[in-house]
C-alpha cells in the first residue's frame, strides 16, 4: 500500500464543531465514516496478501481499480449498516452525549438507543 492510500482521520469531522442540538446526528455520520475507515482497512490487509503468483490481474490500472472497488464497497456498506459497526460504536459513544429536550413532547431524552 503506498503511503497516499493510507486512510486518515482527517475526514472525520462529525463531532469537531463542539456540542448542539445536532450532536446525535453527527454522532451518527462520524460512527459511519469511522465503519468505511475500518472496512478499507479490512480490504486493504486482505488485498495485501501474496499467494506466490503475479497474476494478469497484477497490473498497476489493476491495483488503482480494486482500490477504487475497496473505498466504494467500504463506503456503500457503512451507509447501509450491514456490518452494524457504526450502530454500535453510536450506542457506545450516545452514553456520553448530554441529556436533549425532544422537541415535540418536551420529554428529556436520556437513553443512548
Known amino acids: 500500500m503506498s503511503s497516499g492510500s493510507i486512510p486518515t482521520l482527517t475526514g472525520m469531522t462529525g463531532l469537531a464543531a463542539g456540542p448542539d442540538a445536532g450532536d446525535r446526528e453527527k454522532l451518527k455520520a462520524t460512527a459511519r465514516q469511522f465503519e468505511a475507515l475500518f472496512m478499507r482497512q479490512m480490504l486493504a490487509a486482505a488485498r495485501a496478501t501474496d499467494f506466490g503468483g503475479n497474476d494478469l490481474l497484477g497490473s498497476s490500472a489493476m491495483q488503482t481499480f480494486r482500490q477504487m ?7 456503500v456498506t457503512a451507509q447501509t449498516g450491514t456490518l452494524g459497526l457504526a450502530s454500535v460504536i453510536e450506542a457506545q459513544i450516545a452514553r456520553f452525549l448530554p441529556a436533549t429536550a425532544d422537541a415535540d413532547t418536551g420529554k428529556t431524552d436520556t437513553k443512548a438507543g
Open 69 to 75: 472497488q475497496d473505498d466504494h464497497m467500504a463506503d
